[in-house]
Structure formats: structure tokens, C-alpha cells
């Protein structure tokens, strides 16, 4: 089993700055691309940031030059950078992983490929006020 948790996210103003982290734990192989996502009231969920295991990263209009997308591979974790937020950037913010996990063989208790599944963290708030 894996499991994603997030943490970060807030009440803040327009102008200030939070950070988001994601991490990954469980029988892990290998973590492909990892990214953060958006959902607000009424809408659909919105891709922010994506990054690649080599660290390509890909970005939505309204956050470039404001978000920032990094990630650990020691610590199987995925951060997101806010700077300058703005009111249209409050959303519940999703981390997704796409992860190469295992489980264990009952016979020989040697690990097994489950392939590959996209994991999703729990949500956090983020709310930015005028």
C-alpha cells in the first residue's frame, strides 16, 4: 500500500507567500512524475505543476513566475512554492504521484511489481483573501 500526505496550506492574504509539501510511504519501487492539483467550488480539478522524474516541469498560465515545483528523491517528496498568491488561487490543492509499487509474494515473501498506479494526497485548503 502507499499513501500520500500532505501538509502546508492556509488562510493567507493577497500577496503572501505558502509552501506545500507531499510525501510518499509504502512499498515503493520507483516514483515517476509527481505534481499538484486544483480544485475550487463548482469547478473541475485543475492541473498547477507537474515535474518529471528527470525534473522536466510543466506549469498552468496563471501560476508561472509565482509557483514553483521541486521535488526530493530521497524523501519521495513533492513540494509546491507559492509566491505573490492571489484570491483566484484558493482551491483545495491535491498532490498525485505516479508510483511503481509492490507487494509481497505470501509464498516466497520476495516483492512483486503491482505496476503502475497515479496516488492521490488528501487535499489541503489553501484560501487567499483580498
Known amino acids: 500500500q502507499v499513501q500520500l500526505s500532505q501538509s502546508g496550506g492556509g488562510f493567507v492574504q493577497a500577496g503572501d507567500s505558502l509552501r506545500l509539501s507531499c510525501t510518499a510511504t509504502g512499498r515503493i519501487f520507483r516514483i515517476e512524475d509527481m505534481g499538484w492539483y486544483r480544485q475550487s467550488l463548482g469547478k473541475g480539478r485543475e492541473m498547477v505543476a507537474t515535474?518529471?522524474?528527470?525534473?522536466?516541469?510543466t506549469y498552468v498560465d496563471s501560476v508561472k513566475g509565482r509557483f514553483t515545483i521541486s521535488r526530493d528523491y530521497a524523501k519521495n517528496s513533492v513540494y509546491l512554492q507559492m509566491n505573490t498568491l492571489k484570491p483566484e488561487d484558493t482551491a483545495t490543492y491535491f498532490c498525485?504521484?505516479?508510483?511503481?509499487?509492490?507487494?509481497?509474494?505470501?509464498?516466497?515473501?520476495?516483492?512483486?511489481?503491482?505496476?503502475?498506479?497515479?496516488?492521490w494526497g488528501q487535499g489541503t485548503q489553501v484560501s487567499v483573501t483580498s
Open positions: 515535474i518529471t522524474r528527470d525534473e522536466v516541469t
Open positions: 498525485s504521484a505516479d508510483i511503481d509499487d509492490y507487494y509481497l509474494n505470501e509464498e516466497t515473501g520476495l516483492p512483486r511489481s503491482h505496476g503502475r498506479t497515479k496516488y
